[in-house]
């Protein structure tokens, strides 16, 4: 209800703020420009969002693992562990803008 909520006050804000700009680009409507940023802020929104769910998803279960490594075997496999799972949560991270 929330989401519904938050998506239907941006558009409507989005149109009514973009349809009084009087930049906009050549042949294209003032309402087109605004309902394109409109959308375009919140597939930005669903997109930090779904990084930051994947994000704490990896963090909890790289914890998990680390503390589970370091009771039950020595540090250094807890910290190989921690290494391996930090690398591979970096580098979607840094490989996401660039897909």
Not at 22 to 27: D, I, L, R
Request: aromatic share 10%; glycine share 6%.
């Amino acid at each position: 209800v929330v989401a519904i909520v938050v998506l239907v006050f941006t558009l409507v804000i989005g149109i009514v703020y973009g349809v009084q700009d009087s930049v906009v680009a050549p042949g294209v409507s003032p309402f087109a420009t605004a309902v394109i940023s409109s959308m375009s802020f919140l597939f930005g929104a669903a997109c930090s969002a779904v990084s930051g769910y994947i994000g704490m998803w990896i963090a909890v279960r790289t914890n998990v693992r680390a503390a589970n490594a370091a009771a039950y075997t020595t540090s250094k496999e807890a910290l190989v562990i921690c290494l391996r799972c930090s690398t591979l949560s970096l580098s979607l991270f840094i490989s996401s803008p660039i897909l």
